[in-house]
């Protein structure tokens, strides 16, 4: 298992357990897990052409959403005057990450604090760490947050998976409940019914059991989101014609930092720990 730069003009590194098993990650650009290879396969969607125009968002890989998942329904700052609105997904995906290798674990921590650039949006002194475990057929996450400020902390907390697909028609979900909410639309809806609908476009969020699931009938596999309470929430979003979709594990809902609800308060000089897993199961 070695870790090593892989692309030094994009500032992208390859951590890699073997030849067929590796992923990549980008620290200036918000710790983004760029690409996970697993048994040879590419796993995750990645548009490599529009991560080179630093002027756009990243669309691939597995972003992180921090301190809020979503946006807020307001045009101010919940922080009061002197403070910028918080952008949607927070800004954790737009600043760099510091980040360190463990070789006795084997894992990689991508790691942000505090920041003359976080303090525009968000008046708390914090550290977030994500350990990532690599694994045959398995991306392991443990996240930590820090509160180092003298009051209660609110956070949110997402992973945003782009993973590959064949076609939305080779898609079958397994492990969703029966109703979800349309986010587009504001309304609770089947489930079933709004997944049929993938490949039109969806943006889906769900109450799951702490599991997520679904195969792919061509490229004969199953991928397996397991991210229990409290980051059991479930994002199912698709933008075709791109072949790919996300499958997104938060801890809280849109708005939570307005409505309080599902948000999470970390108390002075304490911390918050989640975890979650991805499954990668070939299929005969």
Not at 56 to 83: D, W
Request: proline share 5%; glycine share 6%.
């Amino acid at each position: 298992m070695k870790l090593k730069l892989s692309n030094k003009e994009h500032g992208i590194y390859v951590f890699q357990l073997d030849k067929k098993n590796y992923i990549k990650f980008c620290p200036e650009r918000g710790g983004v897990i760029t690409n996970w290879v697993s048994d040879g396969n590419e796993i995750l969607y990645f548009d490599e052409k529009r991560f080179m125009d630093k002027t756009k968002s990243i669309r691939g890989g597995i972003p992180i959403l921090f301190p809020i998942c979503g946006n807020l329904n307001t045009s101010s700052s919940v922080f009061g005057y002197g403070y910028s609105q918080l952008p949607q997904h927070g800004f954790a995906r737009d600043v760099q990450w510091q980040y360190s290798f463990n070789e006795n674990e084997k894992s990689l921590s991508l790691i942000l604090n505090e920041s003359k650039k976080t303090k525009n949006f968000y008046p708390f002194d914090f550290e977030l760490k994500i350990e990532v475990t690599l694994k045959i057929n398995c991306l392991e996450f443990v996240i930590t947050i820090f509160n180092k400020t003298d009051t209660d902390m609110p956070i949110n907390f997402g992973l945003h998976p782009y993973f590959n697909i064949s076609d939305f028609k080779n898609l079958e979900f397994i492990d969703n409940p029966l109703n979800c909410q349309n986010q587009e639309r504001n309304i609770i809806s089947n489930t079933l019914d709004e997944l049929n609908k993938i490949n039109l476009g969806v943006d889906l969020l769900m109450y799951t059991s702490g599991r997520s699931s679904f195969r792919d009938k061509i490229f004969k596999r199953q991928v397996t989101l397991n991210h229990p309470f409290p980051f059991d929430l479930g994002v199912i979003w698709s933008d075709p014609p791109r072949r790919m979709i996300c499958l997104e594990p938060w801890t809280s809902p849109r708005n939570a930092f307005i409505d309080g609800f599902r948000n999470i308060m970390i108390p002075s000089n304490d911390n918050q720990t989640f975890d979650a897993s991805i499954q990668i199961k070939s299929l005969n």
